[in-house]
């Protein structure tokens, strides 16, 4: 039996800028290289679609927001497309005011935009909500409540208020497993 081609060339291109972009970076207090993420991303992506510009996007979403990567590097190596998915993706920071104290405007800013987002658009954000919330559980099943101050926010109601609020305006995803999970995981960390 003959192996089916697959063009892969798109996304092993994103990859290739993706490890570039985000080169020598660890994953804040994880103790391992930062591409981690946007690859278990990828693979998540690839549960709900094969489209090769959301395995792309799912590569790529954290470069505009983390490196030095702008929305026209993307546009100009990726398309349109790609790069409007990225953005999408990407938080929108505000000159002069902290991460803590833009947290909450940020997250609702995220959850907003998700609400009325594309349908691909929520497919790239669950692979990026998803792998976050893997590792919040899993670093929550070793550290308990330790584990918020890692966080610029350390209240556990804030995230919990937060996924919460990204898994209902991803609700439209959710026949997939992705979505499935992503909802199994917050209920078993925000657990009352």
Same mark, same amino acid.
């Given at each position: 039996?003959?192996?089916? +081609?697959l063009d ?5 291109r994103?990859i290739?800028?993706?490890? $570039?972009?985000h080169?020598?970076? /660890?994953?804040?207090g994880k103790? @391992?290289? +930062?591409? !981690? ?27 505009? %927001?983390?490196t =030095? !990567?702008?929305?026209d590097?993307i546009?100009?190596? @990726?398309?349109d497309?790609?790069a409007?998915l !990225?953005?999408? %993706?990407s938080?929108? @920071?505000? /000159?002069g005011v902290?991460e803590e104290d ?8 995220? *959850? =907003?935009r998700?609400?009325?987002a594309s ?16 590792? *919040?559980a899993r670093? +929550?099943?070793? $550290? ?6 890692? @966080?610029? !926010? ?9 996924y919460?609020g990204?898994?209902d305006?991803?609700? %439209?995803?959710?026949?997939?497993f992705?979505y499935?999970e992503?909802? $199994?995981?917050? =209920? ?5």
């Open positions: 039996m003959a192996n089916k +081609y892969t060339d798109l996304l092993d994103a290739i800028f993706a490890v $570039q972009a080169h020598n970076t /660890e994953r804040r103790g @391992f290289p +930062y591409i !981690v993420h946007p690859m278990e991303a990828v693979e998540i992506v690839s549960t709900i679609t094969p489209d090769q510009e959301l395995l792309a996007a799912a590569a790529l979403h954290d470069t505009i %927001e983390d =030095d !990567v702008t929305v590097d546009r100009r190596e @990726f398309g497309r790609i409007e !990225v953005h999408a %993706e938080d929108q @920071f505000t /000159e902290s833009s947290w909450h405007d940020r997250k609702q800013a995220a *959850i =907003d998700l609400r009325t349908h691909d658009a929520k497919i790239v954000a669950l692979g990026d909500k998803l792998s976050n919330m893997r590792a *919040i670093d +929550y099943a070793v $550290q308990g409540d330790a584990l918020w101050n890692i @966080f610029h !926010v350390k209240d556990k109601a804030s995230h919990e208020w937060h919460r990204l898994a305006s991803l609700k %439209e995803l959710d026949g997939t992705a499935k992503f909802v $199994q995981l917050i =209920d078993h960390v925000f657990a009352k």
